[in-house]
């Protein structure tokens, strides 16, 4: 068994600890095989919505999104960055939750994990990383937000809020039923997730822990404690609020995520009625508004109320129109979104803590993404979906002790694809050939090899559907993008490099013909490569 590891370290394997001392029986062997590391343990803490432009670490990083720099959004997970390393061109192959969810699962493009769009239901007897972890001697567990229909599978434990789930007081799963846990959603992920570290801790064998929140998905609905940050002070405003989107082709007109057209001021702002009452019908649309105040206790309604209260009132008493009205609704959304990220950012610290306080945090990995962006205001619209910057890029950020410099960026292009065969590295275990994703290992180490890829490819297949964004795919290199709309015959071509806002569609433009012609027989190369038909 020694030679094993011996020969594994020569091969210049990651931190190969393929036997822990208590796995070895033969005492003759426990003090060398004591020697050898821990293969490292993987904390994955993941959120729903929360845009990389939404992250203090990100700011002066990105080509777009940049108006929210000088605003302290998120502390914690800006001092994981400095330690470890920011991925500044990460993106998603599918902007939506349960496909971005499912393919990191599988790391395999939507069309090969079969999960198109939400509402799928996962399949999940098809191989796994999770799976795979476990079988290479990792201890595996599932926290939070699964979204993916069916049960979990490859974790030894697992407890999952069901669909969506709930802000306050939710529902959660376990494989021994259901029950309702009182608190902020965020605030108990991140204790189940603790308790879950505690027993872990205790056992020889490496751990991967996907804690996984709710947090910043729509409707937005903070904790207590977060409730009154940027009360008193107005928040950037995106320079593309008012972007009527002349350029685009023109399902970006006619999609409904505008702020101004789509949103709601009682079901995803908590405006209600005058005297303070919910509207009759609470909403048009499915009213999770409603049953989320629904579920909440007095007392958690009774600071609620202490803090929108007054601030609704004085909304009610200005009588706003217009564009006025579009800055006021963007100034409540952004407010509730960023005070649900606070939450977010308050359970990376904890969990920090806990590997300090523990002794693991140099033989744990710990990373942190997101299933997708997030418009915040940009081009006027919130959601996600569209292949543009906002909503295809993910936050990444690694710390590794060791592994990772800290204080670093790297400009990779990287995607969802690579997370399972990331995970799969980390441990040893080998990669399945049928896999999409390239592991991020070699990134990791500063170098990006000369043959990393040059180019992403996406896409989105869910219209009809909610906010009505039509299907598309595309290709993603560095500084270009071109992108089709199959049910509308267009086209839009974008010069990252000279336009990151993406607010000049060149398709027609005869200068860029060529480089266009090139895109496309890459995006026909990408289809062939993944199988996409
Ligand atoms: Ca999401």
Redesign the pocket.
């Known amino acids: 068994m020694l030679s094993s590891v011996l020969k594994a370290l020569s091969c210049g394997a990651i931190l190969v600890g393929l036997v822990s001392a208590s796995q070895v029986t033969d005492g003759s062997e426990v003090t060398e095989a004591a020697q050898v590391p821990k293969r490292p343990n993987i904390l994955f803490v993941f959120s ?2 929360h845009a990389p432009h939404a992250i203090g670490a990100y700011q002066g990083h990105l080509g777009f999104g940049q108006w929210l720099a000088g605003v302290d959004t998120t502390p914690q997970i800006d001092r994981l960055a400095a330690q470890g390393m920011i991925f500044t061109r990460s993106y998603c192959g599918n902007s ?2 349960g496909p ?1 969810r499912a393919t990191i699962q599988t790391g395999k493009h939507s069309h090969a994990n079969g999960y198109l769009q939400n509402g799928n239901r996962f399949n999940g007897d098809q191989v796994t990383f999770p799976k795979l972890l476990q079988k290479a001697g990792y201890t595996t567990a599932m926290i939070g937000k699964w979204h993916l229909q069916s049960d979990p599978q490859g974790f030894d434990y697992w407890d999952v809020l069901p669909g969506q789930g709930a802000y306050y007081n939710p529902k959660l799963i376990r494989a021994d039923g259901t029950r309702v846990v009182e608190g902020h959603c965020t605030d108990i992920v991140t204790d189940l997730a603790v308790s879950w570290l505690d027993e872990a801790k205790s056992s020889d064998k490496p751990w991967m822990l996907m804690c996984q929140h709710k947090a910043p ?1 729509r409707t937005w609905m903070p904790a207590a404690r977060h409730l009154d940050l940027w009360a008193d002070e107005d928040l950037p405003v995106p320079p593309t609020l008012f972007d009527k989107h002349e350029d685009n082709a023109s399902g970006a007109r006619t999609a409904e995520m505008s702020i101004e057209r789509h949103m709601e001021l009682f079901y995803d702002l908590f405006v209600g009625t005058k005297d303070g009452t919910v509207p009759k019908g609470g909403s048009a649309l499915d009213g999770s508004g409603r049953r989320n105040l629904a579920r909440m206790t007095p007392e958690q309604r009774a600071k609620w109320d202490a803090a929108f209260g007054p601030r609704n009132a004085a909304f009610h008493a200005a009588n706003l129109e217009g564009d006025d009205l579009v800055r006021w609704m963007h100034q409540r959304y952004l407010k509730n979104y960023l005070r649900c990220i606070r939450g977010v950012d308050d359970s990376v610290g904890r969990l920090t803590k806990w590997l300090d306080d523990n002794g693991l945090a140099e033989n744990t990995i710990v990373i942190y993404a ?3 962006g ?1 418009y915040l205001g940009d081009h006027g619209w919130y959601d ?1 979906r569209w292949m543009y910057e906002e909503s295809m890029s993910m936050p990444f950020i690694v710390r590794w002790p060791g592994h990772v410099a800290p204080g670093t960026t790297n400009d990779a292009l990287i995607q969802n694809i690579d997370y399972a065969p990331t995970f799969l590295d980390i441990a040893g275990a080998a990669i399945p050939e049928d896999i999409h994703g390239t592991s991020l290992l070699p990134v990791f180490g500063g170098e990006t090899p000369e043959d990393w890829r040059d180019a992403l490819y996406y896409r989105y297949y869910e219209f009809p559907g909610a906010h009505a964004v039509p299907k598309h795919y595309g290709v993603h290199t560095k500084d270009e993008k071109l992108m089709f709309f199959p049910e509308l015959d267009a086209w839009e071509y974008y010069d990252l490099k000279a336009d990151p806002d993406e607010l000049q569609n060149l398709f027609h433009d005869p200068a860029k013909a060529g480089a266009i012609a090139k895109l496309g027989v890459r995006l026909g190369e990408l289809r062939a490569q993944y199988g996409d038909k």
């Open positions: 729903d919505d939506i939750c971005s998905h997101s299933d997708q997030f996600k």
